[in-house]
């Protein structure tokens, strides 16, 4: 079974920095797509970042773009995602995810098929 865990997340200030990592174990780390998707409270799930096995491709969320910035490491079985010019509305439980085929779901929306999920971790940024 395939396990991932978040760290990284805690509280900053708006204008800041965090990078949050996501370290994988339990499966083939070059064999999995890998996403970063939020939650704020009273909203649905977003799809922030994602990047292909073989960090061929990668997508950002309309928010994301421009701000943060997805990568990995194969020899950590581990992907990052550098958070920058943090603004209040960043504030969400942050959920790195990973799937064969993630790339298909992160383009198409549909995260309900992605196979698995870390518990999450806290982001708040204050104004």
């Known amino acids: 079974e395939v396990r991932l865990v978040e760290s990284g997340g805690g509280l900053v200030q708006a204008g800041g920095s965090l990078r949050l990592s996501c370290t994988v174990s339990?499966?083939?780390?070059?064999?999995?797509?890998i996403g970063w998707f939020r939650q704020a409270p009273g909203k649905e799930r977003e799809g922030v970042s994602c990047?292909?096995?073989?960090?061929?491709?990668?997508h950002y969320g309309g928010s994301a773009r421009g701000r943060f910035t997805i990568s990995r490491n194969s020899a950590k079985s581990t992907v990052y995602l550098q958070l920058n010019s943090l603004n209040p509305e960043d504030t969400a439980v942050y959920y790195c995810?990973?799937?064969?085929?993630?790339?298909?779901?992160?383009?198409?929306?549909?995260?309900?098929?992605?196979?698995?999920w870390g518990k999450g971790i806290p982001v708040t940024v204050s104004s």
């Open positions: 995810a990973a799937d064969r085929f993630l790339m298909s779901h992160c383009y198409s929306g549909a995260y309900t098929l992605i196979d698995y």
């Open positions: 990047i292909s096995s073989r960090s061929t491709s990668t």
């Open positions: 339990g499966g083939s780390f070059d064999d999995y797509d």
